[in-house]
């Protein structure tokens, strides 16, 4: 199910969906969708609903990038990393570190909110 919503954009904000979409050659209204799709994958934890709590609680890295993490921090034990090893290595650390600190921030909430068991 969809819903039609109107909104009236900053002229500056409607600038770059717009500037964007031609770039991409897709409607504007695709653009905007994405950008309102990123925000809500980054909203703070506290501010998601129970279920999306203990989603993010049980959220794990995909097993795909999960295998390139690994072989790439493998080439880098045995020195055989070039530089654009490196840098996607270094972007897997970061996405890596940033889901495990939203997996620690949602288990709070989740214990706080009594979705979950808190330690003894």
Same mark, same amino acid.
Not at 7 to 35: C, F, G, Y
Not at 65 to 88: H, K, T, V, Y
């Given at each position: 199910?969809?819903?039609?919503?109107?909104?009236?954009?900053?002229? !500056? /904000?409607?600038? +770059?969906?717009? =500037?964007?979409? =031609? $770039?991409? +050659? $897709?409607?504007?209204?695709?653009? /905007? @969708?994405?950008?309102?799709?990123? #925000?809500?994958? *980054?909203?703070?934890?506290?501010? @998601?609903?129970?279920?999306?709590?203990? &989603?993010?609680?049980?959220?794990?890295?995909?097993?795909? *990038?999960? !295998?390139? @993490?690994? *072989?790439?921090?493998?080439? +880098?034990?045995?020195?055989?990393?070039?530089?654009? #090893?490196?840098?996607?290595?270094?972007? /897997?650390?970061?996405?890596?570190?940033? #889901?495990?600190?939203?997996? &620690?921030? &949602?288990?709070?909430?989740?214990?706080?909110?009594?979705? $979950?068991? #808190? $330690?003894?």
């Amino acid at each position: 199910m969809s819903e039609s919503v109107t909104i009236h954009l900053p002229d !500056d /904000l409607a600038r +770059q969906a717009h =500037a964007v979409a =031609a $770039r991409t +050659q $897709r409607p504007v209204e695709e653009v /905007l @969708l994405d950008w309102l799709g990123w #925000g809500v994958a *980054e909203m703070p934890v506290d501010l @998601l609903s129970d279920e999306q709590v203990l &989603a993010a609680a049980d959220s794990q890295m995909d097993e795909r *990038e999960q !295998d390139e @993490l690994s *072989e790439l921090l493998a080439r +880098q034990r045995d020195g055989e990393l070039d530089a654009s #090893g490196r840098e996607r290595l270094a972007t /897997l650390l970061r996405s890596y570190r940033s #889901g495990m600190t939203r997996k &620690a921030q &949602a288990m709070a909430i989740a214990v706080a909110r009594e979705l $979950r068991p #808190g $330690r003894n």
